[in-house]
């Protein structure tokens, strides 16, 4: 299992190949509420594959529970938003 950690919006994420399993993802909200968008893209368009949001010094956690998670066909790119907001990504 691989984890990431991300602090602002970027496009095609470096350490997610196409093929990679998304296994789930927790939102730390900073000072203020947090959310982000996840899609299977090398930008930050198309139809999201999560959307996840925190209040504001508090954490939000998703997991995939089977063993098939979510596969990155394309690459990943991800908006978030949110004073101090930090997304963890957890892959293999």
Do not use: H, W
Request: aromatic fraction near 6%; include cysteine; glycine fraction near 12%.
């Amino acid at each position: 299992m691989t984890s990431l950690r991300i602090t602002a919006s970027v496009n095609a994420v470096a350490g997610v190949v196409v093929g990679s399993k998304f296994r789930g993802a927790v939102l730390v909200g900073g000072s203020a509420a947090s959310s982000a968008i996840i899609f299977d893209a090398t930008t930050q368009t198309g139809i999201p594959i999560l959307t996840i949001a925190a209040p504001a010094g508090n954490s939000r956690p998703i997991m995939f529970p089977n063993e098939s998670g979510l596969q990155f066909n394309v690459g990943c790119s991800i908006t978030i938003t949110g004073a101090g907001a930090e997304l963890y990504l957890f892959l293999n």
